[in-house]
């Protein structure tokens, strides 16, 4: 028996104003609001709302054996309440099937677990609270910001009481071992590992509208067939991935909507597949084995590592310069200053920064609001120096460079 988890990112950033120099001491408003509006409502429409309708009526025309987990960060959840509330309404509809399952992060998709502990506590019990809000659901599993992952991730989800952690399946990491295996993090009781097939959600992710690919074009059938292949050599296939795949990162006019309403169908054509939930998965099938994760990895890119966003000195200098404020940003006491700072830890503003396009190009361009990786980094941190005045004036705390 093999089954499909299908894990879906949900994500928008607060994309930021081109702040130049000569601000730097007005205070003028950081975030491009007019941009930030235009995007989540052309995302909503091309993406989320379709999206959303195809996997309700999935649910229901499978009788419940169809199922999904998404994971959606606070501040694409803010955004979404305030310029398109019906796809909060959509993804409720889902909730209220049992068969979606939500996941926790870090509200403000950051990489707080890099940098401060006690931080990213706090992002987590903050996106744990939205979710209940929201969706009266108290997740059970822990997504982190774009899978970084390491051992010490793993024990941290554990003391918070999550059951389960999603990874990449880097091969690195996995040797000759499939990810198509419950696993166990090195060190961490009580908890268990579901890994990223790579291989077989970048084929719909990334490779579905390529035409150059040997597989192309892709199929409902013909991809049920690679699942199928699976029955014997595996007990669950993890197909993780943004859920801007559908209808934004590969458009409704090249079939993927299509795809997507077949799929589920031609999957349980075989008599020993299903669909599971994570916490499904992670209750269902025992860990094959214990599996060491000594650094941090991640979904991002080719190099499945962290160089998308510490891979140059501008990003390196910029969040370390962003986390140096903590401790004086929370002795303010100042909710507004606290919320502005922790928006600025978004792992997207030192995305953009980055500077090795090559094979990932096209990636790092997804709607980069920058002409460069320069631009970027001088927009960032005149902002963290204006920041840095007004945290002053509202913080009654001197901070300092």
């Known amino acids: 028996m093999v089954s499909v988890c299908f894990y879906f990112q949900v994500h928008q950033p607060l ?11 007005s205070h003028n408003g950081y975030f491009d609001e007019h941009k930030n509006e235009a995007i989540i409502k052309k995302v909503s429409s091309k993406c989320y709302l379709p999206a959303n309708a195809i996997i309700l009526d999935l649910i229901s025309k499978t009788d419940g054996n169809f199922k999904a987990a998404y994971s959606m960060t606070g501040i694409a959840l803010e955004q979404l309440e305030k310029y398109a509330p019906k796809v909060i ?80 399946g880097a091969d690195h990491i996995l040797g000759w071992r499939s990810p198509n295996f419950v696993y166990s993090p090195k060190g961490s009781k009580n908890i268990k590992l579901l890994l990223k097939n790579y291989r077989l959600s970048d084929d719909i992710a990334f490779r579905f509208s390529e035409k150059s690919w040997k597989e192309f074009p892709l199929t409902a059938p013909k991809y049920a067939h690679w699942i199928n292949q699976i029955n014997g050599n595996g007990n669950v296939v993890n197909l993780f991935m943004d859920y801007e795949t559908f209808g934004e990162h590969q458009w409704e006019d090249k079939g993927i909507f299509e795809f997507l309403k077949h799929l589920p169908h031609e999957v349980l054509k075989h008599k020993d597949n299903d669909f599971v939930t994570p916490s499904e998965a992670i209750r269902r099938y025992d860990s094959a084995a214990e599996l060491d994760f000594p650094h941090h990895v991640s979904w991002a890119d080719v190099e499945r590592d962290l160089s998308a966003w510490l891979g140059n000195k501008m990003q390196q200098e910029a969040i370390k310069e962003i986390y140096l404020l903590e401790n004086n940003v ?66 009654e705390v001197k901070i300092t460079e």
């Open 330 to 395: 929370k002795l303010s006491k100042n909710p507004a200053l606290i919320d502005e700072w922790r928006k600025l830890q978004t792992s997207d503003h030192f995305y953009y920064m980055c500077t090795k396009w090559f094979n990932d190009g096209d990636v790092h361009k997804y709607f980069n609001p920058y002409d460069s990786p320069y631009e970027a980094f001088i927009t960032y941190m005149n902002i963290l120096n204006d920041f840095r005045i007004k945290a002053n004036k509202l913080g």
């Open 15 to 25: 994309r930021l104003r081109k702040y130049s120099v000569f601000e730097i001491g």
């Open 89 to 168: 309404d959509s993804f409720g509809e889902l909730v209220d099937t049992g068969c979606v399952e939500l996941l926790d992060e870090t509200y403000h998709h950051t990489l707080a677990c890099l940098y401060s502990k006690e931080e990213f506590r706090q992002q987590v019990e903050l996106h744990n609270r939205k979710i209940r809000q929201l969706f009266n659901y108290k997740p059970k599993i822990f997504r982190n910001t774009e899978l970084v992952y390491s051992n010490e991730t793993a024990a941290l989800a554990g003391e918070m009481g999550y059951k389960g952690v999603l990874a990449e």
